[in-house]
């Protein structure tokens, strides 16, 4: 009666030995899990607001202006999963000398970042962001 159980390779058991499969990747998940990086994650909890955002990459530049061109040929899809996909399509046979355009603007933005970035970390050196700590103590 219980032969099922005891045979998980037995016939018309498929469902039973996949759960005792499944259980036991869960466990091997768990245990690989790294007890100290998760202290880490925990200590970084304060983000900097003004820290500088990254930029966008290329592609990015390219998608905005591909999604408006897109929207106004094709009025009727509204899924941003379609959109990507043809997007996606569209960069990857494009040529060097049509992306370069967005390259451009990717360079430009990211020397831009860079420059803002120089300027964070020597303020945060200096000492002049703790000001923020005052802000919220009122």
Do not use: H
């Amino acid at each position: 009666m219980t032969k099922k159980a005891s045979n998980p390779s037995g016939g018309g058991s498929n469902l039973k030995s996949k759960d005792v499969v499944r259980k036991s990747s869960r466990l091997r998940v768990q245990t690989l899990r790294n007890p100290k990086r998760d202290e880490k994650k925990k200590k970084s909890g304060r983000v900097d607001n003004k820290i500088p955002k990254k930029p966008p990459t290329a592609f990015f530049y390219f998608l905005e202006d591909f999604r408006k061109e897109y929207q106004e040929q094709n009025p009727d899809v509204k899924s941003m999963r379609e959109i990507g996909k043809a997007c996606g399509e569209k960069w990857k046979i494009m040529s060097y000398e049509e992306k370069v355009k967005y390259y451009d603007i990717a360079t430009e933005k990211r020397a831009e970042f860079d420059q803002a970035m120089a300027e964070y970390t020597k303020r945060k050196e200096l000492g002049e962001e703790s000001e923020t700590d005052s802000d919220f103590s009122e």
